[in-house]
C-alpha cells in the first residue's frame, strides 16, 4: 500500500507525526508513506488552490516533501509530481492541531486536502484531535488520536463503503475528542453540525502606529449542535466519523424552485 500524508498545520507540526505513525501502520512492512505537506501553516485556507501561480516543491528527506502551497496543492503535487508514476492507494490529511466539525469543515485546509483527493477518485481520511486548556487535558495532547487512530483508519480502509466511481466520492472526517485515550466514551457515525450562529466573528485592534488589523475569533461552541452531530458527540468524549462529498447541491430544493421558475411561464 501507498499512501501520502499531508496536513494543513505544515511540516513540522506535531500531528504531522501521528499521521505518519497511523500511515505506517496501515501501509505495513512492504508498504510506503509518503509525506507531501505545506512549507508553513495553512490553517483556515479552505479548498484554496495555487491558480494564479506556481508553488515550490523542496525535498526534505526519502519521501518527505514541503509544498510552499495549500493542502490541496500538497494532495495534487503528489498525483501530478512526486507520485505520479504510481498513485496512492490512501490520502491520510492531519492529524489536525484541533477539531474540524461543524461550520469549520468548510474553512479547513485538512478538509480542503481531503476534498480534493476525493475529487481524484483517492480514498482519503481526514483526521482532527480537539484541543483545550493545557492543565485540564492529557500530557499527550494527541494521546486519542494516536492511541485510537490506526484501529479507525484501518476499519475504514477494510470495511466502509467509499462509492468512487460517481461524480463525487466520499470521503471521511475524523475527529478525536479532548481526553486521554482511556476514556474516550465510543466511536459514533455522525453528521455534520451547525451551531445555529456566525462560526465566526472580529476583534479589532489598535497597533501601536494607528494602523486598524483585525483578529478572527471563533463563535458559538460545540454544545449548540445537536446530539447525533460531529461537534456534539466529539465535544462530549466520543470519535465521531463523518462521511462527507464535495457535492453542495441543496438537492431538496430543487423542486420547488423549479416549479417557481416555470411558473405561469
Known amino acids: 500500500m501507498r499512501i501520502l500524508v499531508t496536513n494543513d ?8 507525526v501521528v499521521a505518519e505513525a497511523i500511515a505506517a501502520h496501515l501501509a505495513g512492512p512492504e508498504g510506503e508513506v509518503w509525506t507531501i505537506a505545506p512549507a508553513f501553516e495553512q490553517s483556515g485556507v479552505g479548498h484554496c488552490i495555487s491558480y494564479v501561480r506556481p508553488m515550490r516543491i523542496e525535498q ?9 502551497g495549500s493542502p490541496a496543492d500538497c494532495v495534487m503535487a503528489g498525483l501530478f509530481d512526486i507520485m505520479k508514476d504510481a498513485a496512492p492507494d490512501l490520502v491520510l490529511s492531519g492529524v489536525n492541531r484541533g477539531h474540524n466539525v461543524a461550520e469549520d469543515t468548510l474553512y479547513s485546509g ?5 476534498m480534493e483527493a476525493a475529487l481524484h477518485k483517492t480514498r482519503t481520511i481526514a483526521m482532527s484531535q480537539y484541543y483545550g486548556p493545557p492543565d485540564q487535558g492529557p500530557a499527550d495532547p494527541f494521546e486519542a488520536a494516536r492511541v485510537h487512530g490506526p484501529g479507525i483508519a484501518q476499519r475504514l480502509w477494510d470495511h466502509a463503503k467509499w462509492e468512487q466511481d460517481g461524480r463525487y466520492g466520499v470521503f471521511y472526517n475524523v475527529n478525536f475528542p479532548f481526553c486521554a485515550a482511556d476514556d474516550v466514551k465510543a466511536v459514533k457515525a455522525t453528521a455534520q453540525g451547525e451551531r445555529g450562529g456566525s462560526p465566526f466573528g472580529g476583534k479589532v485592534q489598535v497597533a501601536p502606529n494607528g494602523r486598524r488589523y483585525m483578529w478572527i475569533t471563533h463563535g458559538m461552541g460545540n454544545h449548540t449542535c445537536a446530539p447525533g452531530t460531529d461537534a456534539r458527540e466529539a465535544s462530549e468524549g466520543n470519535i465521531t466519523v463523518t ?7 441543496a438537492r431538496d430544493m430543487i423542486s420547488d424552485l423549479d416549479i417557481l421558475l416555470n411558473k405561469d411561464a
Request: charge should be negative; aromatic fraction near 4%.
Open 110 to 114: 485538512t478538509i480542503g486536502a481531503a
Open 243 to 249: 462521511p462527507l462529498r464535495a457535492d453542495l447541491t
Open 60 to 68: 526534505m528527506a526519502e519521501r518527505r516533501f514541503a509544498v510552499e
Open 9 to 16: 498545520d505544515g511540516i513540522t507540526a506535531p500531528g504531522l
